[in-house]
């Protein structure tokens, strides 16, 4: 009895272990370099939606936040490629300089340490490389995707280039109808300028940058000098760029830095004032708010009390923020949400409107 009852401890014991055994990981290890053949420096973030790895172990959702510092990456991660579930990696790059790209990467199960070029998807395939099973990336395996594309406005019936744009009752945007030489009402009526009004307003919106968008020019030019210059928005691929850290303004004449050249396909527009001057009403464009960006300071003060306060923009790294979700904004001050807490190399960029 008491050889069977040991017996019985040995099985016991052993299933536990193995019960509570964490699931393999695979090891990426490269250095990382920019285009200029210098090492890459500054913070890589990692994140993925839950999973089932291969051993049936729940993989829950998280954010893995990893400094690279002189090109040295390592990082183990459970295998994506034979999961029981559909899974992948979001792997974003973030530069000391603000700069940053993102890349998905599925991981197979390895032994040995694999390089970046082993586990990144190709730009528009939906399959994982090589002989592993394919497999779809939805838009809910992308953290962020959707809520960027829910905020992103979609091209209306009346869209036209060289317009003002306006958003028409379905939130679509649409061109301004009416003479080049007329001006555009709040309501989105046109006529001519100054009927009624005192001061002068002229603003232009969605203007596409001329210039030579082939990964090499860094020069484009705008039909008009914005006035004041930091009343210019420039988006690239939708993400606002950072005055004087991405690209330097001449007049109307952009030049780029050569890390934030425009790549072939990518797209540029530009909004501006020219002039403006409204009874009542100023503009604050561009500011950093104070405050320590240390990836634990919440708290941000801004120079002066938006007004009205829904007309505060805030921008992280060239992504729009939304009131409620992301920030509070009191008075002059924002307070940001646990996680959307700006991290060490972030920036942080504010637009809005002040009585005067």
Known sequence: MFRFNRWLLCAALALASRMMAQP???????????????RFNGLMIVSWKSFEAV???????????IQINNGSLYVQLVPTTNADSPASYTVQYNTNTGIRFTEVWVVPPSTTPLRVRDVRLAPGAVSTPGPAPSTSVQISDVVGLQSALNVRPTMGAGFAVSRVVLINSLG????????????????????????????????VDAEVPSGAFNGSNATFTLANSPNPAYSLALYRNGLLLKQTVDYTLSANAIAFVTAAIPQSGDSLLAAYRLSVSLPGVGFVDAESPSGS????????????????????????????????????????????????????????????????
Not at 24 to 35: G, H, R, S, W
Not at 296 to 325: D, E, I
Request: aromatic residues 6%.
């Open 55 to 65: 051993d049936t172990s729940n993989i829950g959702s998280l954010t893995q936040r």
């Open 172 to 203: 679509s945007l649409d061109g301004a109808v009416g003479n080049l030489s007329d001006c555009i009402h709040v309501d989105g009526t046109s006529g001519a300028c100054g009927a009624g009004t005192s001061g002068t307003a002229s603003f």
């Open 24 to 38: 393999a990981l695979t090891t990426i290890q490269d250095v990382l370099y920019t285009a200029d053949g210098g």
């Open 293 to 356: 960006i240390n990836g634990a300071n919440a708290l941000f003060t801004l120079s002066q009390t938006p007004n009205p306060a829904a007309s505060l923009a805030v921008y992280r790294n060239g992504m729009r923020l939304r009131s409620g979700v992301d920030y509070t904004a009191s008075s002059n001050s924002i307070t940001f949400v646990t996680a959307s807490v700006p991290q060490i190399g972030d920036i942080l960029q504010c637009s809005y409107r002040i009585s005067q």
